[in-house]
């Protein structure tokens, strides 16, 4: 499978992104996806993840009622609408896939090539 993250930028405190993330050379549905990211001097961490069917999510405390995940399986497309961004949320975005049916925040096997937000104070 093949991740092609893009929708990341340079953004105000308190604005919004949506970043996307489109697969290919597999069957969508039958992966969890996931948002991680990584900022500089950090270890990348595990965001937001999505099961096959797009109803269970999982996301980190930090995010929550700021960032929701998405998915269309039929563009083999995950989304991660980005609102009330703040300086701390800086970073390189990945999106990445696994087989199985809950999101999890660990065991991804393929990573797409990251994508860079960046949110002025």
């Known amino acids: 499978v093949q991740l092609q993250a893009c929708g990341g930028g340079l953004v105000q405190a308190g604005g919004s992104l949506r970043l996307s993330c489109v697969a290919s050379?597999?069957?969508?549905?039958?992966?969890?996806m996931g948002w991680f990211r990584q900022a500089p001097g950090n270890e990348r961490e595990f965001v937001t993840g999505?099961?096959?069917?797009?109803?269970?999510?999982r996301t980190i405390d930090s995010v929550k009622g700021r960032f929701t995940i998405s998915r269309d399986n039929a563009k083999n497309t995950v989304y991660l609408q980005m609102s009330s961004l703040k300086p701390e949320d800086t970073a390189v975005y990945y999106c990445?896939?696994?087989?199985?049916?809950?999101?999890?925040?660990?065991?991804?096997?393929?990573w797409g090539q990251g994508t860079q937000v960046t949110v002025s104070s």
């Open positions: 050379g597999g069957t969508f549905s039958d992966y969890v």
């Open positions: 999505i099961s096959w069917s797009g109803y269970i999510t």
């Open positions: 990445a896939a696994r087989r199985g049916s809950v999101p999890s925040a660990a065991g991804y096997e393929y």
